[in-house]
């Protein structure tokens, strides 16, 4: 299957320079992302989390962005799925956003550390109760006999916990990645894409700008 007809030109945005982007990484990133909202993008916060085993064996995946700051990108999943395996030996990641409408694209890098069981404790409170039933039945990664495992293990958790607060399972809570690197594109006309690079050097951010 050839996939030249996908070929499209890349519009115009105003284009990304060393001028008019913020000396701190995250300001840009809080920048472009109300950007992407403001587009109407849908699900602005999907990003691609790729991960790697301790001999370098990478896997990618997308999840949800749940939260960002100064600190961090947070997340959260199963402690014991191929991702949470993988971060518990090798705790190197990416992750990557992409918005089309926009042409724009952003890529991050850094350490991942599990997140505090409070702050675990709190995301879990705020989910719908279905979400919460969720994480109770599934086990991610796991092999199962079929659908009806989940559907079964599902109405399980609901008779278990009718009549009580939904408490959060141990194997489930929140990772946080502490960048070390930021990469921002943008698409321009005739692929003379821009591209700046922060890295953190000393505590400070070096940009430089990337050949497309």
């Not at 990484?25 to 989390?49: C, R, V």
């Not at 960002?68 to 799925?81: I, V």
């Not at 659908?147 to 958790?157: F, S």
């Not at 408490?167 to 006309?189: A, K, S, V």
Request: aromatic share 12%; hydrophobic share 35%; charged share 25%.
């Amino acid at each position: 299957m050839k996939t030249e007809k996908y070929r499209r030109e890349y519009n115009p945005h105003g284009g990304l320079t060393e001028d008019n982007v913020s000396e701190d990484p995250f300001e840009q990133f809080e920048q472009w992302f109300s950007d992407a909202t403001d587009a109407g993008i849908d699900l602005p916060d999907a990003m691609t989390l790729a991960t790697a085993t301790v001999d370098g064996i990478p896997s990618a995946r997308m999840v949800v962005l749940r939260g960002f700051d100064s600190n961090g990108f947070c997340f959260y999943t199963d402690y014991d799925s191929q991702k949470g395996r993988e971060l518990s030996v090798n705790p190197h990641a990416a992750i990557v956003f992409y918005w089309r409408e926009l042409d724009r694209q952003v890529r991050i890098t850094g350490i991942v550390e599990k997140m505090s069981p409070t702050e675990s404790d709190a995301y879990f409170e705020s989910r719908p109760t279905s979400s919460q039933l969720a994480v109770w039945t599934e086990r991610q990664s796991i092999v199962i006999s079929g659908r009806d495992y989940l559907i079964e293990n599902y109405q399980k958790a609901e008779q278990q916990f009718t009549d009580e607060n939904i408490p959060r399972p141990l194997h489930w809570g929140g990772y946080l990645l502490i960048p070390d690197m930021f990469e921002f594109w943008q698409g321009c006309p005739s692929r003379l894409h821009d591209r700046l690079c922060y890295r953190l050097v000393e505590d400070n951010w070096d940009i430089t700008r990337i050949s497309p």
